[in-house]
């Protein structure tokens, strides 16, 4: 799928679902990792992670777009545009937008610098960046976390 492509697909699915038209631009993001994709406030855009454009994920990347317009929509109409708020979750789930990046590997692909690991569950977590383990504890026991591998 190219540029042109996903800007007649986010249109798409913005009167479909939304009964409103996209009237920004919608551009292809290949170095995000993390997000199927970004609202930006200031010029209305939105960027898609590029790993989504495989045809293999097309039902992900749609509901990715669902989640970005549903920040658009919102946000021009005034209404809660973040995650937090009672609008968007209504909105969200309204329109069946995913909520949270489905998982198809790029995560693994991050470089995790600081693998921590839960002296009694014995559960590890891989973080990128430094955690205050006087703050965070383990999810699933609720001990404290250990810094066991530094790679940095
Ligand atoms: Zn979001
Ligand atoms: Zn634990």
């Keep these: 799928m190219n540029q042109a492509e996903l800007q007649k697909l986010v249109e798409e699915i913005s009167l479909r679902y939304f009964h409103a038209p996209f009237k920004h631009e919608v551009k292809i993001n290949n170095r995000m990792t993390t997000t199927g994709g970004r609202y930006f406030l200031k010029d ?3 960027d898609i992670n590029g790993h989504f454009l495989d045809k293999k994920y097309y039902a992900d ?3 990715i777009i669902k989640h970005e317009l549903t920040h658009y929509h919102l946000h021009l109409a005034g209404r809660g ?3 937090r708020n009672r609008d968007f979750k209504n909105l969200l789930a309204a329109v069946g937008g995913s909520r949270y990046t489905p998982d198809i590997g790029l995560r693994r692909r991050q470089n995790r610098n600081y693998i921590y690991e839960c002296k009694n569950c014995h559960f590890q977590y891989p973080r990128v960046r430094k955690v205050n383990t006087k703050k965070y504890r383990c999810g699933k026991c609720g001990r404290r ?3 066991i ?3 940095k």
Excluded: A, D, S
Aim: aromatic share 6%; no cysteine; glycine share 6%.
């Design 81 to 83: 545009y973040q995650h």
């Design 149 to 151: 591998r530094k790679n």
């Design 145 to 147: 976390l250990t810094l």
């Design 61 to 63: 990347l749609v509901g």
């Design 44 to 46: 209305h855009h939105i």
